[in-house]
């Protein structure tokens, strides 16, 4: 059995540009609803018919840096600019030891809907972390 690969080794692309730093990616998740439906000749029993597929939002930690890009990016979407503007496609790529992707989760039409800025503490050394959530319509793998 090979070995499974690490949870640090991964890389975020934002419309095909890798944003490296990241420290913490979380959230790639994704469900379906289920419908209830009764057959009219079947009275005694539920049916369960799949609904909606749905997405959780990403959750994106870097240590802050000189790069505004994302800020921008989440200001875009506080003016209410278009979605030609606001909406990209993200990947998620995880790699292997010789740094080589192995998976890729790709995020579409995605957009900032929460910026936290860093949690800044006099008595700690600790890096300053901003955190982007992202919404995003669909999640489909590839690899």
């Not at 990209?88 to 998976?103: D, G, H, P």
């Not at 929460?114 to 995003?136: C, G, Q, R």
Request: overall charge negative; glycine content about 6%; some cysteine.
């Amino acid at each position: 059995m090979p070995d499974p690969y690490r949870g640090y080794n991964f890389l975020v692309e934002i419309d095909g540009i890798t944003e490296a730093g990241f420290q913490e990616c979380s959230g790639l998740d994704s469900s379906t609803d289920a419908v209830d439906y009764r057959v009219g000749s079947d009275p005694n029993h539920v049916r369960k018919l799949t609904g909606l597929n749905k997405f959780s939002p990403i959750t994106l930690k870097r240590g802050i840096t000189d790069s505004d890009a994302l800020w921008n990016w989440r200001q875009k979407v506080v003016d209410g600019r278009s979605d030609t503007e606001t909406r990209k496609n993200i990947s998620i790529v995880l790699l292997n030891e010789a740094r080589q992707e192995k998976w890729r989760w790709n995020l579409r039409r995605a957009w900032p809907s929460k910026y936290t800025a860093p949690t800044f503490n006099a008595t700690s050394n600790d890096i300053a972390v901003e955190t982007l959530e992202i919404t995003h319509e669909e999640v489909v793998k590839a690899l």
